[in-house]
């Protein structure tokens, strides 16, 4: 079984229309991330957790929300969809006690799209 | 602030011919720098990564990259193309886990001709 699952792995939404993404994992990590990733852009940071009670927005956290329910699961919602949020989105995570380098290790992603 | 920078957003080589994919890295202090790849329909897999143990760092799939901080570069390399090697690659730059994120290159589409 995957070590990092994303639900769903593909979503065709209406602008407006509120939708949540979700991550599980079953690593131990203490940390999660949320990234978008874009042709040519690279990912791009949304929100990052180091742990339950410590969530941290990215670099592009407008029009996003995030809630850390419990160590193994992460979730990002779009309160508002709209069309330039249509992208892969992918959820990491990395454990701070390993070594000090932040490994980060990825879902497989989410292809939301935005109508 | 850290920053990566890849050049060349898509690279073609025959198989069998040298892979080289480059990046350079701005940081303040020593980095940590890592190579992933993306392959078609799937998330981002760790390549390799260098923690300042050795600068010539070896990975998986026969990739190898060298740390050179005089050029601020970390360049991913492998003597001999395979199709299979076909997939996005991503150079990252991070400050390890006291610091916040890694920031990613913008990617290197590998293609492989037959």
């Known amino acids: 079984d995957a070590d990092v699952t994303q639900t769903p792995r593909n979503r065709i939404t209406k602008t407006g229309k509120r939708i949540m993404l979700e991550c599980s994992q079953t690593?131990?990590?203490?940390?999660m991330y949320w990234y978008r990733q874009d042709p040519g852009l690279g990912l791009r940071l949304i929100y990052y957790?180091?742990?339950?009670?410590?969530?941290n927005k990215g670099e592009i956290s407008d029009g996003y929300s995030v809630s850390r329910q419990a160590q193994a699961k992460f979730s990002l919602s779009l309160e508002s969809a709209i069309p330039n949020q249509t992208a892969l989105y992918f959820c990491?995570?990395?454990?701070?006690?390993?070594?000090?380098?932040?490994?980060?290790?990825f879902g497989p992603g989410t292809r939301l799209t935005v109508l | 602030a850290q920053s990566v920078t890849q050049l060349g957003s898509h690279v073609s080589v025959s198989e069998g011919a040298l892979v080289l994919l480059r990046c350079n890295y701005s940081?303040?202090?020593?980095?940590?720098l890592f190579w992933y790849v993306q392959y078609p329909n799937q998330g981002l897999q760790l390549l390799l990564k260098?923690?300042?143990?050795?600068?010539l760092v070896k990975g998986i799939n026969g990739f190898e990259a060298e740390f050179k901080k005089s050029e601020t570069s970390f360049h991913l390399t492998k003597p001999s193309a395979h199709m299979s090697d076909a997939a996005e690659y991503f150079c990252?730059?991070?400050?390890?886990?006291?610091?916040?994120?890694?920031?990613f290159g913008s990617g290197t589409r590998l293609s492989i001709r037959p």
């Open positions: 260098y923690t300042s143990a050795a600068t």
């Open positions: 990491a995570t990395s454990d701070s006690q390993a070594g000090g380098t932040d490994t980060q290790y």
């Open positions: 957790s180091f742990d339950v009670k410590d969530i």
């Open positions: 690593k131990g990590h203490d940390r």
């Open positions: 990252a730059v991070s400050l390890g886990s006291s610091a916040s994120k890694i920031i």
């Open positions: 940081s303040s202090v020593p980095p940590y």
